[in-house]
Each structure stands twice: as structure tokens, then as C-alpha cells.
């Protein structure tokens, strides 16, 4: 018994089937690559701005710590204050404009609390608010200074470009003054 073929039913895939299907094939590719790199971009900043939260968030809490338990407010400029601690030694946050640097010392240990600060401002305030806000009085004499105010802006970087400025502002009253 033979079986016979038709030999039109064997013939191969035609060149515009392949053209077809090599293009279909780029479509795809081409969209998973794009995707993927949208995907790595967005992780990197996602990155970027984590370590920047981490990064204030870090910073604002050792000031808050540091700030509630001084005894007092020795010397105060727009950049640098000078605190005498609870144990009674000096305390001194300075913010370096040039280096973007905000940087804590104590007993000869120097930290750096913000890296690539874009500007920072200290302020002194009264303890008593203003009338019908929930802002303090500010005040210019370190001895009236009951409550400490701090302003400042950070960026980072990602595949080279900066994210960002993150404001960040906090008010901290002196608990022992």
C-alpha cells in the first residue's frame, strides 16, 4: 500500500512568513528592553531617595535627642551651634556651605550627619506661639532661646543626575532650659 503526498503540502515557510516573524520577535524584544531599562532607572532612583530619607531621617533624630536634653545655648550663628550637653561638655553642630557638610562634635568626635546638603538654616525661637498659629516667637538672645528650629535640603544622585531637593523642617523644644 502507498500513501501518496501532495508535494505542494511539503513545501517550506514562504519569506514573508519569516520577515513576519522576525519582526514580531524585534517588537518583543524591544519592548521587554525598554521596559527592563525603565524598570533599572526607577529602582536607582527609588535607591537615591531612600538613602536620602534614611539620611534625614538619621539626622533628625540625633538632633531631636540632642536638642531636648542640653542644658543650654552658648553660641548660636545661621550655620553653627554651640550647646553644652547634659553631662556638661560642649556640644557643636556646624553646617560647612562649601563642603555641603552638617557635622555633630563632641569631646573631639566629629560626625557627618548630612552629606550634600544644599543649604541649612538654624534658627532660635521662644517657648510661648505666636498669636493664632502654631508658629514660636523667634528671638535673637541665646538666653530667651527655649526652642530650636532647623531647616535644610539634601539631594543624591542617580546614573548621574541629581535628584531633588527634599525640604525637611523641624522645631524642637529645649526640655531642661
Given at each position: 500500500?502507498?500513501?501518496?503526498r ?7 515557510a ?9 519582526a514580531?520577535?524585534?517588537l518583543?524584544?524591544?519592548?521587554v528592553?525598554?521596559?527592563s ?25 540625633q ?20 550647646l ?11 553646617y560647612d ?37 502654631f508658629?514660636?516667637?523667634p528671638?535673637?538672645n ?17 546614573l ?18
Amino acid at each position: 500500500m502507498r500513501i501518496s503526498r501532495d508535494p505542494r503540502s511539503e513545501r517550506g515557510a514562504t519569506l514573508a512568513e519569516y520577515v513576519m516573524a522576525v519582526a514580531v520577535g524585534s517588537l518583543v524584544v524591544v519592548a521587554v528592553c525598554a521596559f527592563s531599562l525603565f524598570t533599572g532607572r526607577s529602582f536607582a532612583a527609588y535607591n537615591a531617595y531612600m538613602d536620602l530619607d534614611l539620611s534625614n531621617r538619621r539626622a533628625l533624630d540625633q538632633m531631636t535627642k540632642d536638642f531636648r536634653s542640653v542644658l543650654a545655648l552658648t553660641n548660636f550663628t545661621g550655620n553653627t551651634l554651640t550647646l553644652i550637653d547634659s553631662d556638661g561638655q560642649p556640644l557643636i553642630y556646624a553646617y560647612d556651605p562649601v563642603n555641603l557638610l552638617l557635622t555633630r562634635t563632641k569631646q573631639l568626635k566629629t560626625t557627618v550627619l548630612l552629606k550634600k546638603c544644599n543649604w541649612l538654616q538654624f534658627s532660635m525661637n521662644m517657648r510661648n506661639m505666636s498669636n493664632g498659629t502654631f508658629m514660636f516667637f523667634p528671638t535673637t538672645n541665646v538666653f530667651e532661646c527655649k526652642a530650636l528650629s532647623v531647616d535644610w535640603a539634601c539631594t543624591r544622585s542617580f546614573l548621574g543626575v541629581e535628584t531633588e531637593d527634599m525640604p525637611q523642617t523641624a522645631t524642637v523644644v529645649i526640655r531642661n532650659n
